[in-house]
């Protein structure tokens, strides 16, 4: 589980997370919904500890991500984007790279890389040089090298974004079957499908605040919309007519 509780995170004088709180519950798929700006990411980087927080809390699996940002890494898998890859080196070495650095025995990690590639069709790149991949190419070897070490929680920004049509597709399936091997998955998304498709809840955040969290059914009835698209944008515009009742 993932409970996050009045967030808040400034740059400058820049609130872009002011006030976030949610669960994500154990073994469920949450998706993370917003607008450009909305602080989506700069939320998920706060869970990964990647950012410290300015106030709030943050518990990953009941550990404080404050007094003990270890052990969260330790328990989770952390996607923010597909670069960083070690271009002289193989998609096997920059994974395995990884897990070495996390003490992970190596026959462990040659099972673990061999079950992501055949769940992502890394078949064909394992040995190859990352120079010159794919964008989607790139995106397979950077979330199973985030998922060496078997996190029981799995943190994504965006993990489809501009990839084809079939990485998409592999991607997808990837997190359905890590929630039916328990873990606790968060993503953020622009897709509305694929948030629909995918997940057990629904968090949407509008200029750094939570304005709804449910199931798609939820949504679609407290904005009395008809698909998901349009709950969205009805949604995230509440925070706007909150702040003018605010000022008011």
Same mark, same amino acid.
């Given at each position: ?5 009045? $967030?808040?995170?400034?740059? !400058?004088?820049?609130?872009? +997370?002011? %006030?976030?709180?949610? =669960? #994500?519950?154990?073994? *469920? ?20 500890? $990647?950012?410290?927080?300015? !106030?709030?809390?943050?518990? +990953?699996? %009941?550990?404080?991500? =404050? #007094?003990?940002?270890? *052990? ?41 890389? *061999? ?134």
């Amino acid at each position: 589980m993932i409970e996050v509780r009045d $967030l808040k995170k400034k740059f !400058g004088d820049v609130h872009a +997370v002011n %006030g976030v709180s949610f =669960t #994500a519950k154990s073994g *469920a798929i949450t998706g993370l919904l917003g607008p450009n700006g909305a602080g989506k990411t700069t939320t998920i980087r706060m869970i990964g500890t $990647l950012v410290t927080i300015d !106030g709030g809390s943050i518990s +990953v699996a %009941g550990i404080d991500a =404050t #007094a003990d940002a270890e *052990a969260v890494r330790r328990t989770s898998g952390l996607l923010t984007d597909a670069r960083g890859l070690y271009t002289r080196m193989t998609a096997r070495e920059n994974i395995r790279y990884y897990a070495d650095m996390r003490g992970i025995d190596r026959a462990k990690s040659d099972r673990t890389i *061999a079950r992501f590639a055949d769940w992502l069709d890394m078949g064909e790149i394992l040995d190859r040089r990352t120079e010159g991949f794919s964008q989607g190419e790139r995106m397979k070897v950077a979330i199973t090298r985030a998922l060496v070490h078997e996190p029981s929680h799995v943190i994504l920004d965006e993990p489809t974004n501009g990839l084809d049509v079939m990485t998409t597709r592999a991607l997808r399936e990837l997190i359905k079957r890590l929630k039916a091997e328990g873990c606790t998955v968060m993503f953020s998304s622009h897709i509305m499908q694929e948030v629909a498709a995918l997940c057990d809840e629904i968090i949407i955040i509008s200029r750094g605040r939570v304005t709804a969290q449910g199931t798609t059914e939820e949504l679609l009835l407290k904005s009395g919309k008809n698909n998901l698209e349009d709950a969205f944008v009805s949604l995230a515009e509440m925070e706007d007519g909150n702040m003018m009742k605010e000022a008011a």
